[in-house]
């Protein structure tokens, strides 16, 4: 929507304005504060990590997105609109990207990520719910039409704007956006335009979606109570795939063949019917996994909360440890063709060769790694001083 | 300013018959006429002082070492109650002598040393945290929702079924870099103490130090000791510092005796040396007497008063014997000696004291407590010491008289002295300085030993340069310890605060915890931070830990339903970021170092930001915690130091003014001051000495004492000059008959706090040094300089003298210009 892009740039050349004349004397919301230039930024939390082409772009807390065109070896923070925290972030082709968060921030970038403009906001995502579902709206015929102004009424009456977890762009104008409470938008225009598509899942408790992901076959969505749906292409529908599993999922990953899905305390399931029957593997850690990805030759890598990465060469049956440099608690990773890992978590970005160690010390390595690395998100109100 | 020439000629009268008792001033009459009254008096008082000293207290204030009207000084006072992560703790880390902490040995060892920390008076027993202490919980996210309990299994029995279960509890409260060392030789027991006892008394950080250290001294040594004990905190290096102070105490025995032995070098006369020295002691218990009447304690900046007190005492007390001798020496009865020797320097004593309390005096500009008491305790001190040995001395000496041998050698060497081809060579070498070759040499060695130390004092920083608490040495217990800590564990010693101020129950709002993000992220960005903290990032981890420990969720909501949640999670957890009204919330940045440049840069963002971004309702207060406080105080400092330079200079070039009546005569006196501070800067910059609270008054101390030279050796030959000799000839004077006086006074000066350098107490020691220093600097610039600057600049006063008083009839009158120092 182009109204959208104008009160982008108007809130940037305000802010400007306001600074160039003196102290800035209200508080401005980080959706209206351009990120921060930072010499830390490679030290400091990242969210999610993306590859396209010869690029790698990395997403974080308070705007910060960063990108790479050697693999991971050096990074460039881009020009970002907002300083909100983002989350998830999909580029369908080395020029445009899509990246999330909170303040229900969308962010496009048609330069390969080097900057970035604002598509959407919470607030302007509430009124597109309000306006879509209501007597007048499109959708007002929906049988749930209602109950959804009704909730969104509800969220508004909290306060604050609706967070969005996960985005997947199937091609430079098809994507999609989700989050809290059963939210999901889809646009066929490239960002530009945005319809609710709340009436196109099976989501009657309205649980969260926390990411999205997509194969040859389908698009994915994980969230609460370990949930995942599927929507094949060519459908317009996603359609309730349940694990089972009664905890949240963090994430899925899929080659085509195997779709691994992946939460707290150590959960993967795996299916090999794009998710019509699931499967439980062995827990190798009680620490959550929070990212995954398959390398090019099937090798599947894990990346946990307690900052293990674990390799299973069987399609998700069995994992063993991958020796690291470094360690962190890891929140996204991907690879390059050249495999090549790039990880991002708690502390910046780390890029690395991923080997495997040898099978009987690896075990062992893991169980001290498990407990002594200690340093689980899960429980991180653990009294630290 | 006492003119001697023009003084009545003193007979030597031989027979108390001959001399008339109703002559001299009131003041002499008055106290040479009731000796036995004045003896009597000065003994009572001395009792009382001495009596006194029973109540007086060796005490380290953190509070009187900062300057308490700077404003960001005044933000931490003002807001001090409400910081409680930055309330007074120690910590007490217990290490294995073999291998990690996960045997039954080790863990037996450490339960009963964090038995015996419990019970210790003092601490805050509810928030005591080590692995063993029931607060310390691990908390994990389940399927289900939050699961917890203590890190030490409830059902611990040594076996190594529940050391494992310990292990993975440690694992999971995160508490590895805080309680447990990362490499897990070592645990932390952390102590937070209480600010006042059950009683309401204040907490004896001396006692409670003490109490620690036996602790430590049963566990953690001898040969089958099982853990190594390393202990920090504010509470302990308090503890250390008084310790210290004891140890320096005892290097006032040091000064006596080697002052002894200066005196007794000079006048080869053992009981005047002891009367002396005795007298000066008296000085010393009546000003410390009066400390504790006034309420003061011995801290370790006023520690140096007796030391100054004494050293001052013992010089001038030795010159009023000096005088004596030679009367005795000549036959004058002792009683009518005293009374002369009274008469010539009791006024120009006087000055001379005055002139050091000017030293003194300008320090009360500088807002710091202990540098304010410092001033005050040594102006007593030097007023003092106008009755101890102004007065005391003579009346004392008129009774016990000096040794007739020692008076007799006082006399002849005057005479050598005094002689045309006679005295000392030292004394004819210097006065060479007055020839135009030498005094050229000597005035172009000095500018460019002063170009040399100017461009040397530029690179002198500001504050305190060592790792670790500065107030002791680098290789100290409590800094090898405070390395130890710092390098096991993931904690920093350097931590700045900017408190962020609200109306009540506005520290959690979203607005306020957005702000404190940015402030955070905004101070993590300079270097020489380690890492920020906040109550943002609590949040951020406690909405995280809600939302089933997702990494997504670490955010500050615009939810504050979502917030509010956690807000009261960190309540009942206790966190430090948050007071009782939630009013207030610190952003803590810990620190590689506490340099001046880092403190700067933290302290230039963190004011930026304040300026930018303070509203009514949200005050960005700086600064607290301990670089905080030191960031402030080196502000103090820099400002102070330019200030006290020019205060002290003015004054002393006032006072050289009055005396001397020429400004000439005042240049020649001052110049070889400036040479001298600014080598002692240069000094500092060599040594490694920053610019800070222990060594402001130093500067003042050197300069305001140090003028005493330049008085004794410039009054002296100005009388020669005036009297109608040339500069050449009344320098030389002048040297022969105070060369002596000055040479004595900056050895037992420069004795009198040499000891110092060997303080425990870093400060103390850098003290030491630079006034040592300046003590012997100052002589030698005044012996070297004054003749050479007095070739160019003082030539004019002989002739003036010459042409105008023709009949003036100079060098007949040896004795009073010799006696007449000033």
Redesign the interface.
Known sequence: MRVFDLCGCRALVLGVMLAAAGPVLAFQDPTAVPAAKSERMLMSPMSAVTHVGNRTIAVGPRGHIAVSEDGGNTWRQSAVPVSSDLVAVSFPSEQHGWAVGHGGVVLHSSDGGASWEKQLDGKQASHLVLDYYSNTGPGAELPDASMFVDREQVLIGFGGTQPLMAVHFVNEQVGYVAGLFNRLFQTQDGGKTWQPWQHRVDNPNELHFYSMTADAQAVYLTGEQGSVWRMRHGEERFVEKPTGYDGTLFGAVSNGQTLVAFGMRGSVFRSRDGGDSWARAKAYTQAGISSGTFLADGTLLLGSLSGDVARSVDKGETFEPVKLAKSMPFFGLTVTPSGKVTLVGAAGIQSEAVKLENKKDAASALVNSSVSIGKQRETGHGYAN | MATPINQPKMEVIRDLKDFDSQSGSLLERMIFNNRLLIVLGCLLLTLFFGYQLRDLRIAASYEKMLPQSQEYIRNFLDNRAELRGMGDSIRISVEAKDGDIFNPEYLAELAKINDEIFILPGVDRPWM?SIFTP?????????EGFTGGPVLPNDYDASPRSINDL??N??????????VALD?RSSMI?VPLMSADAEGKPVDYEALSRSIEEIRQRYASGPDAKVNIYVIGFAKLMGDLIDGLIQVMMFFGLAVVSAFFIILLYTRCIRSTLLVLGCSVIAVIWQLGLVVLFGYTLDPFSMLVPFLVFAIGVSHGAQKMNGIMQDIGRGTHRLVAARYTFRRLFLAGMTALLADVVGFAVLMIIDIPVIRELALTASIGVGVLIFTNLILIPVMLSYIGVSPKAADRSLKAEQAELAPNGGNPIWAGLARFTERRLAVVAILGSLALGAWGFMESLKLQVGDLDAGAPELRPDSRYNLDNAFITSNYA?SSDIFAVMVKTPTGGCSS??TL??V??LG??L??VSGVQRTVSLAD?IR??T??M??????W????????IIDAQIN?AVS?NSEFLNTNCNLTPVLAYLADHKAATLERILNTAKQFA?????EDRQFLLAAGNAGVDAATNIVVKEANRKMLLYVYAAVALLCLITFRSWRAVIVAVVPLILTSILAEALMVHLGIGMKVATLPVVALGVGIGVDYGIYLLSTQLAFQRAGMPVAEAYRKALSTTGKVVALVGVTLAAGVITWVWSPIKFQADMGILLTFMFVWNMLGALILIPALSHFLLQGESRRVQKAAADYAPNNDNNAIAGGTI
Request: glycine content about 6%; cysteine-free; hydrophobic content about 35%.
């Open positions: 945290k607060v310390v919980r691990w908390t994990e996210v389940t399927e292990r993975i440690i694992a999971r409260a995160d508490v590895v870099g805080s309680l897990y952390i904690i979203y607005e957005t702000e993000d940015r992220w905004t993590a960005q609590t981890t406690y995280a830990g939302f089933e420990g997702n990494p997504k670490a955010t500050i909501s615009d939810n504050q339903g999670n957890w300026e930018e971004n303070n509203t």
